[in-house]
């Protein structure tokens, strides 16, 4: 079993980034959303996007992989960029090696079908998602998989976050292997 974090909206505070580079308040207030996305294709967008330190918090980012961490084999499981699958997915790995959060690299997925990975391969057990898109965490849910659905910027990690990993962790130790 795996814990996968996204990136994203989980630890890397994209949304602040894309609207400061949009000049707006927020990310919503984006007349065009999909041209300021193109825009990013074939930069170093991913390099530059900061933690998390909402609530006066520090490294609240920081906190939140090494809890991951602390619960055995855990990796990052993150969308590229559409239409710069290569250079975006390269920026990212630097932004993890950067901030130190960087897993063991057969951990480190860069994929649009994240559910392919909601279950172990060698043990048939579910894999854990943290991840900010419902989307995301309802297609691992029907594959298989358990998806926390988390955003840094909202949600708490001690009331929260925490709490659901161990809950998702206690599902998973209860499982059934398909294989064996």
Not at 44 to 69: A, G, H, L, M, T
């Amino acid at each position: 079993m795996t814990i996968y974090l996204d990136m994203d909206g989980v630890i890397a505070d994209f949304f602040s980034e894309f609207a400061k580079r949009n000049n707006v308040e927020h990310w919503k207030s984006i007349k065009d959303k999909e041209k300021a996305l193109v825009d990013l294709r074939y930069t170093d967008y991913f390099y530059q996007i900061d933690c998390f330190e909402p609530w006066n918090i520090p490294n609240n980012s920081q906190r939140v992989v090494d809890f991951v961490k602390s619960k055995g084999d855990w990796g990052i499981c993150s969308s590229p960029l559409r239409g710069d699958e290569y250079n975006s997915a390269y920026w990212k790995r630097l932004w993890l090696e950067k901030w130190d959060f960087m897993p063991e690299v057969g951990n480190c997925i860069f994929t649009h079908n994240k559910h392919h990975y909601a279950i172990n391969k060698l043990t048939g057990k579910p894999n854990i998602l943290v991840d900010d898109k419902i989307r995301n965490i309802a297609a691992w849910d029907k594959a298989g998989g358990i998806g926390i659905r988390f955003q840094n910027d909202e949600d708490d990690i001690e009331t929260y976050l925490f709490p659901k990993i161990e809950e998702a962790l206690e599902t998973v130790g209860q499982h059934n292997s398909i294989y064996f």
